[in-house]
């Protein structure tokens, strides 16, 4: 077949990326909260009352899935992501801008050698910005 590589010269499989669903009790709210974070909303399964959608900023993706009450038992169990950010100290000025980003305290050195900015979203899943000292 052409354009297909023969079995004895494979290459091994490559993730291109990652898109982890962050469970929301409402679609629309979340994606309101991360444009004020400066993501933009790439896609919504429906204009009124998504229970589905996408956000972007630069290279990153996230995915917003509605999530039915009763898995909201545990709170202490929200999902964490951590992202890569060059300049904290400037997206820290640019979150405290927004008056939609009430609970945000400044970045800190942490002891493991990381600079790290700390969020949480209106369901509580937690946002990580951090870049290596």
């Known amino acids: 077949m052409e ?5 004895n ?3 091994p499989p ?11 009790r409402e679609v629309a709210k979340s994606i309101a909260f ?10 919504q399964d429906l204009p009124v009352d998504p229970k589905y959608g996408t956000i972007r900023r630069d290279a990153a993706e996230l995915h917003l899935q509605w999530a039915d009450p009763s898995q909201w038992g545990h709170t202490g169990d929200r999902p964490v992501f951590r992202f890569l950010v060059r300049d904290l100290d400037a997206l820290f000025r640019e979150f405290s801008a ?3 980003i009430t609970d945000i ?3 800190f050195d942490s002891s493991w050698g ?6 949480r979203d ?12």
């Open 3 to 7: 354009g297909r590589r023969p079995a």
């Open 9 to 11: 010269h494979s290459v």
């Open 14 to 24: 490559v993730i291109e990326a990652v898109h982890p669903v962050l469970p929301c």
């Open 34 to 43: 991360y444009e004020a974070l400066g993501f933009r909303s790439s896609w």
């Open 98 to 100: 927004r008056s939609e």
């Open 105 to 107: 305290k400044p970045p």
């Open 114 to 119: 990381t600079r790290e900015l700390h969020v």
């Open 122 to 133: 209106p369901d509580g899943n937690g946002l990580q910005f951090y870049w290596p000292r």
